[in-house]
């Protein structure tokens, strides 16, 4: 049964250099009201889907937190045991205790990451330009190439006009086709600052000759000077490898080794893998599209600015090692060399042998043994479609709730799978229920809570999950508000993605980005920078 620690002994824990990974039970939306510095979300809605993937090893030293409201931390912690692990402790009063004991609580999401790009600003003195100067720039018709360094989708939903779409870990790899003169400006932007800064600051310590600048605040800044962000826009890069791929690789090399990234061969990362005794992340740093076309076996899809960006929605144990993976060994080396700067104790290593012989075709499934042991019954998306036509089925659907509100089933209700009771009185008993999820196994862990809830009703799932639905052709209902912004306790709501007080919540936002430098200073659990006896 796991031990309870107090605070003064979690504090004691982050610095004695040992394995460290600290959970917090809660949905994404009530984590960022409030959280440890290095505490890293794992829901308990969605544990069976993530913890795996975050502990990779059982005999992990692992503290399991919560708000305070008792109860998810201890089920979070047993459900851990239940599976194997086998050192596991839970935070006495959770997140109201750790204050209580006078450290510091953050607000917010991907923390760590954010905090550690104003770092960068600040040490490297990586230089920017506000919005009023680059429009000055862009109506005089100067020469310049803005790059947008954040994934597709994000670019797609809104742009600076005339932005190219070059996500943050292919900026090196990708800027010999991209800017040909060194007389050319460079501006780098983002929603507002992390992947900006860390962004310009790749291309400069990789001694790019141009001159380099985060467009200051990004998108949010554009549009709070009074500017229109683009709409809809897919410029992005040539696709395959780029003609200055070796040139690329040098620049990389230099900034890896500065860092102290490793390099091993495929011999090297089998002997990490069988020792027993360290955690071990083997992470692919390129784009979805190529990790689907093959990629090796065990390893995750982290692109390379996303891992930087987000780092806890893939490695959750302090001072792990982490194996990188790309083919051409520019995007793992920037990637590894931000890592090791991080302040976590990440040791990093590159594979340097290339992505050959035998590969894994696929996005990747995560295991979960928890629902395919569930069997149920399963519709088909027009089968589905038909029962709801003839009003002789009811959905509940478990997409995240800003995904539920940009397109779901039509008539279906959103949920959270350890919130389930509160749609028990809206459902009808003369009906059966469809589970549908983004994921179908999300969906399966679903069913025996719903039927326990609804003892005589039957309950199917949505074959495939809500993409079947999708790539069916069938409707898709919108609705901002529904579920209102107070329900959103799945996802923390960015500035864009609230109903009101937008333009207040983006000045606020980017205020806090810009204070969380000295709160982590204040903190003091993050020791940014090159790790002492890195070459």
């Not at 504090?11 to 809660?26: F, N, P, Q, T, V």
């Not at 901002?480 to 609230?498: G, K, Q, V």
């Amino acid at each position: 049964m796991a031990h309870r620690i107090d605070a003064p002994t979690l504090k004691r824990w982050l610095s004695d250099g040992g394995e460290l990974a600290i959970l917090d039970a809660r949905e994404e939306g009530e984590f960022g009201t409030g959280h440890l510095f290095w505490a890293v979300p794992c829901p308990l809605s969605r544990a069976e889907l993530r913890a795996r993937a975050l502990l990779p090893r059982r005999s992990i030293r692992i503290c399991v937190t919560d708000g305070g409201e008792g109860g998810l931390a201890e089920r979070l912690a047993a459900w851990l045991e239940s599976i194997g692990y086998t050192d596991v402790s839970i935070l006495e009063g959770g997140v109201p205790a750790w204050k209580a004991a006078g450290y510091v609580v953050f607000s917010g999401v991907n923390v760590p990451s954010k905090a550690f790009g104003e770092w960068v600003e600040h040490h490297y003195g990586t230089p920017s330009i506000d919005p009023a100067e680059l429009k000055a720039m862009m109506d005089r018709g100067e020469d310049l190439v803005i790059l947008d360094s954040r994934p597709m989708d994000e670019f797609h939903r809104m742009s600076i006009p005339g932005g190219i779409n070059v996500p943050g870990g292919e900026l090196v790899y990708r800027i010999g086709e991209l800017v040909r003169r060194p007389e050319t400006t460079v501006v780098v932007n983002c929603a507002g600052r992390t992947r900006s800064i860390l962004g310009a600051e790749s291309l400069r310590s990789a001694g790019l000759p141009n001159r380099v600048v985060a467009l200051r605040n990004g998108t949010m800044g554009w549009e709070l000077a009074g500017f229109s962000c683009a709409r809809g826009e897919t410029r992005t890069y040539p696709p395959g490898t780029p003609s200055g791929a070796a040139e690329a690789l040098a620049r990389a090399r230099r900034f890896a080794e500065r860092a102290g990234v490793r390099t091993l061969t495929r011999d090297g990362l089998e002997a990490l893998r069988r020792d027993v005794d360290r955690s071990l992340y083997l992470l692919d740093v390129r784009s979805p599209e190529e990790f689907a076309a093959g990629h090796l076996s065990g390893s995750q899809n982290a692109p390379g600015g996303q891992l930087v960006q987000a780092t806890d929605r893939w490695v959750a144990v302090r001072n792990a090692r982490i194996v990188l993976v790309d083919d051409a060994g520019v995007r793992a080396r920037m990637t590894g060399g931000w890592l090791r700067q991080m302040g976590a104790g990440y040791e990093v290593y590159v594979l340097e042998d290339e992505l050959a012989g035998r590969l894994e075709e696929g996005p990747g499934v995560t295991d979960c043994p928890e629902a395919k042991a569930v069997k149920v019954p399963a519709l088909s998306a027009p089968e589905l479609a038909a029962q709801l036509a003839d009003g002789a089925a009811q959905v509940i659907e478990l997409s995240r709730s800003i995904d539920f509100r940009a397109g779901h089933i039509p008539g279906a209700l959103w949920g959270v799978r350890t919130r389930l009771a509160a749609l028990a009185p809206r459902l009808a008993a003369d009906r059966p229920v469809v589970i549908a999820a983004p994921e179908e196994a999300l969906a399966r862990l679903a069913v025996p809570e719903v039927q326990a809830l609804l003892r005589t009703v039957p309950v199917r799932i949505l074959a495939g999950g809500t993409k079947a639905w999708q790539a069916a052709g069938l409707p898709l209902h919108a609705d901002r508000t529904d579920p209102p912004d107070a329900a959103c306790i799945d996802f923390y709501l960015r500035p864009y993605d609230r109903n009101s007080g937008v333009e207040e919540a983006m000045r606020a936002y980017l205020s806090w980005e810009v204070d969380l430098i000295h709160e982590v200073e204040r903190d003091g659990d993050a020791r940014f920078g090159v790790p002492a006896g890195a070459t």
